[in-house]
């Protein structure tokens, strides 16, 4: 098992994501409801609204991809104010993450990671990835998940989990 | 990279929703509200109660451990019913956790995972891991987490994921 192993399994959730994003729409309608009012969202006031979850697991995805790798990621601003921008902005996340080939994440765990927000510390490839990468990607696809189920839309842990090879 | 590796990970993301249980404790005090009504708090009606994102985590986290090593799992019957109670069985499934050694889970990654609930089909270990255990463990322990933020408890992000191993 490398890292490489992961970033399938990232463009499966945000894939996931964007269908729950789908439901949302099929929900906003049936109630006929604007369904942008639900990018602003959100299950606490000092939590981030649904557009910043959904940029958030976008990045964690992006940045983890492009860490392990070496690339560079593509720059998003954050400017995204519709349900339809967001599905934009996922669909170019998972247009990044076809460019990255296994044998760019080659050594990926052993990689010094030193994002920013490290203040110039970093941290090994594969502790990044487990500790760092992974919680803080699902943390937000399910906010993002669970936002869209208080409101009504019609989702279901499946939704979330998507398909498993299964084996006979 | 083994499966092993994301074992210490489990018991980490356990022990930080622990701490935040004791937030939770801590808020109701000062609110003077009885904790206990917590345990039944949800985000929408048809979604799982917090005992049983707590309970749902920690069976992730327990059999994930057991399917890659081949260990047998404690049972847990599912009865808790206040927040210490919770607590404790978090504690049972860090326990266990502790009792699965690095040489318990070698070859784990090619193990046949076949828990009942996929109806007699299997998955590869590594599969297991990486599209079933580790989101379906996040997605209950994210869950928890919001339930109790929703509930004016003062967790922010960093009490779910806790501290990283930062290098100069």
Request: hydrophobic fraction near 40%; proline fraction near 4%.
């Amino acid at each position: 098992m490398n890292a490489f192993d992961f970033l399938p399994q990232y463009a499966k959730m945000l894939h996931n994501l964007d269908l729950c994003l789908e439901k949302a729409i099929a929900h906003a309608k049936a109630k006929s409801f604007e369904v942008d009012t639900l990018v602003q969202a959100r299950l606490a006031p000092d939590q981030y609204a649904l557009d910043r979850q959904i940029q958030s697991a976008c990045d964690s995805a992006k940045f983890s991809a492009a860490y392990l790798s070496g690339k560079q990621a593509p720059a998003h601003p954050d400017t995204e104010k519709t349900i339809a921008e967001l599905r934009t902005r996922i669909k170019s996340c998972l247009a990044f993450l076809e460019t990255v080939t296994a044998a760019d994440v080659v050594g990926g765990e052993d990689r010094k990671v030193a994002p920013k927000w490290l203040g110039g510390k970093w941290v090994k490839g594969d502790q990044f990835l487990v500790q760092a990468s992974l919680p803080n990607f699902y943390f937000h696809v399910t906010t993002a998940y669970s936002i869209l189920r208080h409101n009504g839309v019609d989702v279901g842990k499946m939704d979330f989990m998507g398909s498993l090879p299964l084996r006979d």
